[in-house]
T-cell receptor, first 113, second 117 residues
Framework: EAQVTQNPRYLITVTGKKLTVTCSQN?????MSWYRQDPGLGLRQIYY???????DKGDVPEGYKVSRKEKRNFPLILESPSPNQTSLYFC????????????FGPGTRLTVT | AQSVAQPEDQVNVAEGNPLTVKCTYS??????LFWYVQYPNRGLQFLLK??????LVKGSYGFEAEFNKSQTSFHLKKPSALVSDSALYFC???????????????FGTGTQLKVEL
């Protein structure tokens, strides 16, 4: 089954404790992206990657890091989480090209206390 | 710059009645437009898209959307709503002449659709 998986689905952590949210896709997609969803703000792009070793900032990259060492994986790293990073996070992937729809993972609900 | 607006936070409709969820956009060139649906505790699912051609686009679960260039709108419609259609709906836009950003989509703030018996 074609899918995007994320782990963990739920995470509660404390300020400053480094964490990684994993994302993996099995569709051989070139493009991957991370979004955060906050009430009243819709989805905002954090980082994206157009292929292996090619990443770039989205609209809200502060406080986040990413890497793309393999085509299928695109982890999101929070080096020193803060409460304002409490949010619902989605990973997405698609074929390269603006006309292609994106496939989304199930989401990771992160709470930073 | 590209932007999209969903003017209604919530839409309520009775089962069996037609439904419309509104979306307007702003881009420099001809837009690529998408609708996604989010069910509780789930990721976003693709419903339909407009790239070029016929202004009326048909998608999953009986939904359709009409692209109107003069009104810069892309409203989502369904002739007969079901209770199971209750979910959060997002409109998204991509300006193909926008350089950089890859496949970046700009999303609206979402419209909660509630279909009641």
């Amino acid at each position: 089954e074609a899918q995007v998986t994320q782990n963990p689905r739920y995470l509660i952590t404390v300020t400053g404790k480094k964490l990684t949210v994993t994302c993996s896709q099995n569709m051989n997609h070139e493009y991957m992206s991370w979004y955060r969803q906050d009430p009243g703000l819709g989805l905002r792009q954090i980082y994206y990657s157009m292929n292996v070793e090619v990443t770039d900032k989205g609209d809200v990259p502060e406080g986040y890091k990413v890497s793309r060492k393999e085509k299928r994986n695109f982890p999101l790293i929070l080096e020193s989480p803060s409460p304002n990073q409490t949010s619902l996070y989605f990973c997405a992937s698609s074929r390269q090209g603006e006309a292609y729809e994106q496939y989304f993972g199930p989401g990771t609900r992160l709470t930073v206390t | 710059a590209q932007s999209v607006a969903q003017p209604e936070d919530q839409v309520n409709v009775a089962e069996g009645n037609p439904l419309t969820v509104k979306c307007t956009y702003s881009v420099s060139g001809n837009p690529y437009l998408f609708w996604y649906v989010q069910y509780p505790n789930r990721g976003l699912q693709f419903l339909l898209k407009y790239i070029t051609g016929d202004n009326l686009v048909k998608g999953s679960y009986g939904f359709e959307a009409e692209f109107n260039k003069s009104q810069t709108s892309f409203h989502l419609k369904k002739p007969s709503a079901l209770v199971s259609d209750s979910a959060l709906y997002f409109c998204a836009v991509r300006d193909p002449i926008l350089t950089g950003g890859g496949n970046k989509l700009t999303f609206g703030t979402g419209t909660q659709l509630k279909v009641e018996l």
